[in-house]
C-alpha cells in the first residue's frame, strides 16, 4: 500500500478544532517573524502531528503538497487565503495540475479538511497577523514546492523533515 494510500486513524477534523479551542497549549507560542511566516509544532503522536503557524501580512506559503499526508486546518486570528490547484477537466490527456479558480477567503474559526494528494498555497492578504493550527496523519516526512510555469504547477523543490525545516 503505498503511503497516500494508508487509513488515517485519527479524525482530523475534530483533532484541529479540539486543539483549537484549547487556547493555553497555543497562546505561549504565537510570535511573528518579519521575514517569513512562523512555525511552531505542538505535538507529534505516532500517527499525527500539529503545528501551529503565524502570518503577518503578505506572508504566505509556495505552492505545495504534503508529501503524502492528510491535514485539517483552523484560523485562530485574523484572516487567510487558500488557493486549490487541481486538474482543469476529469480527461485532461497531460495530467497537469493548475490553479482551480480563486482562492477562499478563511476568516476565525474557519476550517479546511483535505486529503492526501491535496496541493495548496495559503496567504495572509490581510492588513492584520494571522494564527492558523494545523494537525497531519501521517505526520510530515517530506513536502513538496510548486511553481507556476505557462499556468501549470511544476515541481520547484523536494523538503525534508529534519533538513529542510
Do not use: C, K
Not at 36 to 49: G, I, M
Not at 90 to 98: I, P
Not at 110 to 138: I, K
Request: aromatic share 8%; net charge negative; charged share 20%.
Amino acid at each position: 500500500m503505498s503511503r497516500g494510500a494508508q487509513r488515517i486513524s485519527v479524525d482530523l477534523a475534530d483533532t484541529a478544532r479540539r486543539l483549537a479551542r484549547q487556547r493555553a497549549l497555543w497562546q505561549r507560542l504565537v510570535d511573528f517573524d518579519p521575514i517569513t511566516r512562523y512555525y511552531a509544532r505542538l505535538l507529534a503522536d505516532h500517527d499525527h502531528e500539529a503545528w501551529l503557524l503565524t502570518w503577518l501580512p503578505g506572508q504566505g506559503t509556495p505552492w505545495h503538497d504534503h508529501g503524502g499526508s492528510a491535514g485539517s486546518f483552523v484560523v485562530l486570528q485574523g484572516v487567510l487565503t487558500e488557493e486549490v490547484a487541481g486538474y482543469r477537466t476529469a480527461v485532461d490527456l497531460d495530467n497537469a495540475r493548475r490553479a482551480t479558480g480563486p482562492g477562499v477567503l478563511l476568516t476565525p474559526g474557519d476550517q479546511r479538511t483535505f486529503g492526501t494528494r491535496h496541493l495548496h498555497r495559503v496567504t495572509n492578504a490581510g492588513s492584520d497577523p494571522a494564527v492558523s493550527l494545523h494537525v497531519y496523519a501521517p505526520r510530515l516526512t517530506s513536502m513538496t514546492n510548486y511553481r507556476a510555469v505557462d499556468g501549470v504547477l511544476e515541481v520547484e523543490e523536494q523538503a525534508e523533515v529534519g533538513i529542510d525545516w
